[in-house]
């Protein structure tokens, strides 16, 4: 049986109040795992932990208690991050250095060199559609450019798991539909990914299983078509569909002692919507 893409038993993890004799618990006993392949939604209200959860499974915190692991091997060792790509949620770059050049910076931190890099950068700025602005410099790139340069920098390595803290913060509806799109991509790879967004559309779209926390706590978990479902309802939706044949479907319901909620026409999603108008 194969490894869990991330695995966490009972992390805690509890900030003193400099000058005071108190607490905050960030995290409190926390526990789940993500299979490798898939795409997790971690998700909450502000301050309900998931940034802090994030950062301790990359080793940029250390836990209070309890432990994480990273394709078997723990996070608080370095070689468990090799296979790991992060894109924070206000990742900054060097704004006077081209697209290229920018990748090819993070390339080499990586270790790589010579005409394999060369080859990357060029593929991942296809990847991310930037492929035009490779000799670009930064400092004239969009927002929705940003995100994406910082999706490719994560790729670099070829990562087998992907961290991504709000990755369409403060992109437009076009760009974070394409962002939304390399994720499906990348789980089309077999890439796993963990997802922190507040866009609960997106994350409706892109992800298998979300876990919720609120205070510190994980307050929900499970597969999203499961979790999302009413389990008493049933929605049919017809086409060309005459008044009188949804009269008869009514009174029929209603003979076998079933209660119409609720008759609408059905509604495109507001993204959608804009993005068609908009075109």
Known sequence: MSEPAISIRNLTKVYPIPFKRERVVAVHDLSLSVEPGQVYGLLGPNGSGKSTTMKILLGLVSATSGTTRIFGRDSTRVESHEEVGYLPENPYFYKFLTAGETLRFYGRLCGMGGQALRDRVHELLAVVGLEDAEHRRLGGFSKGML????????????????????????????????????????????????LCSHLLGQVQEVCDRVGILHKGRLVCEGELDKLVAIENQTQLIFENASPELLARFEAEAAACGARLVEKSKPHAPLERFFLEVTK
């Open 147 to 194: 995100q994406r340069i910082g999706l490719a920098q994560a790729l670099i390595q070829e990562p087998r798991l992907l961290v991504l803290d709000e990755p369409t913060a403060g992109v437009d509806p076009a760009g974070s539909r394409d962002i939304r799109d390399l994720i499906l991509q990348f789980k089309a790879r077999g890439i796993t990914v963990l």
